[in-house]
């Protein structure tokens, strides 16, 4: 059985990245009816920032924690063992201030756990969370794909590298970007969108 891991970030109630990442993950789906799609709504239920006794729990084995060092990584083990059973990742987040939102970068913070996601050898680190393909659907007002406000887009970047840190480089990105350009502009960017879905769940 195959796992999508399904991330949305957007606190706006009517957001097209998560709209269409959820579309994006239905359709992987209905292309393996034996897969299934573990959902996590960041925004909705957001994760605890890492902290003083978090950073000193991971770095401690499991049995010599505390019983509240062991609460405090809890939920992390949890995000990590749901990233490292997922054959694919759906990640939905909007551009704000040229970057993800901070809810996804919680995951991200949560998840990045050595030993587990990755590990430091002689030679530099090496990401243990392999063998994954990463679709990241973008909202965004402007145009940053391209066009003279695409070195302002930290956001894609930033997951490329972090990400890749972890192990996973197979990544595809969804822009739904242009939406604050007027109703026609922003139709035909969801249209866009929608076809590129379509041509990743086939191709999937």
């Known amino acids: 059985m195959s796992s999508i891991l399904l991330l949305t970030s957007s606190p706006r109630s009517e957001s097209l990245s ?6 994006l993950a239905d359709k992987l789906k209905s292309q393996n009816s034996g897969s299934v799609v573990v959902r996590r709504d960041l925004a909705a ?9 978090f950073t000193a729990a991971i770095r401690k084995p499991p049995e010599a924690r505390t019983a509240e060092e062991a609460a405090a990584v809890k939920t992390s083990d949890e995000l990590v063992n749901e990233l490292l059973a997922a054959d694919s990742i759906v990640i939905g987040t909007g551009l704000i201030n040229f970057n993800i939102y901070s ?25 243990l969370a392999t063998g994954k393909k990463v679709y990241v659907v973008l909202a965004s007002g402007g ?7 695409a070195g302002m887009n930290h956001a894609v ?14 990544i595809e990105t969804i822009y739904v970007e242009g939406l604050a350009f007027g109703p026609e502009a922003a139709e035909k960017a969801i249209g866009a969108a929608k076809s590129r879905v379509e041509e990743l769940a086939l191709a999937a």
């Open 143 to 149: 145009v940053y794909s391209q066009g003279p406000a």
């Open 45 to 53: 239920n957001p994760l605890p920032h890492i902290d003083d006794l």
């Open 103 to 127: 809810s996804l970068k919680t995951w991200i913070d949560n998840v990045a756990r050595a030993g587990l996601t990755f590990k430091y050898t002689e030679s530099g680190p090496v990401g």
């Open 18 to 23: 998560t709209s269409i990442a959820v579309e």
């Open 157 to 170: 970047p930033y997951l490329k590298s972090v990400l890749g840190f972890l192990g996973i480089t197979d």
